[in-house]
């Protein structure tokens, strides 16, 4: 297999993703840019931190006020909250309700049941490289965006 034909399933991989990912934004009303910011949200609270709104503008690229209006809508809509910081009360987190995490699971719990599925008919080492290739391909394209400067 050549590298373009990777790159074609890549791209196949992304679209896949994107269609399922857009069925559950559809169903709660979101947008492409909520979904991410939860996705951000999300990760940052399995790495044990919680973002501030700054933060999270500042993965998203957004504006202070964009950034803003994307936390008004995700609140209004159930899915987040603002809090006040417990080890500082002067900064504000953003954090994911249960009732938001609670959809998630039920409504992404087959795709990571198939996912698990396709990883598991794999060893070991095969993984290991699959890791590898995952970690590189987003090195990339995390460069490729920021050579537009994005």
């Not at 909520?34 to 999270?56: F, K, R, W």
């Not at 609670?102 to 070991?124: D, K, N, Q, S, Y």
């Amino acid at each position: 297999m050549t590298p373009y034909e990777v790159m074609v399933l890549i791209r196949r991989l992304n679209v896949e993703s994107d269609r399922f990912v857009e069925g559950f934004a559809v169903a709660h009303g979101l947008h492409r840019t909520d979904m991410n910011a939860l996705v951000e949200i999300q990760d940052a609270h399995l790495a044990g931190h919680a973002l501030s709104p700054g933060e999270l503008g500042g993965k998203l690229n957004l504006s202070a006020p964009a950034t803003t209006a994307l936390i008004d809508r995700l609140e209004q809509a159930g899915h987040v909250v603002r809090r006040r910081s417990a080890t500082d009360g002067r900064k504000v987190e953003v954090v994911i309700t249960e009732r938001a995490a609670e959809l998630a699971r039920g409504f992404f719990a087959p795709l990571g049941r198939h996912l698990t599925a396709a990883v598991e008919e794999f060893g070991p080492g095969e993984r290991k490289t699959v890791v590898r290739f995952l970690t590189r391909g987003i090195e990339a394209t995390v460069a490729a965006r920021e050579d537009h400067g994005a």
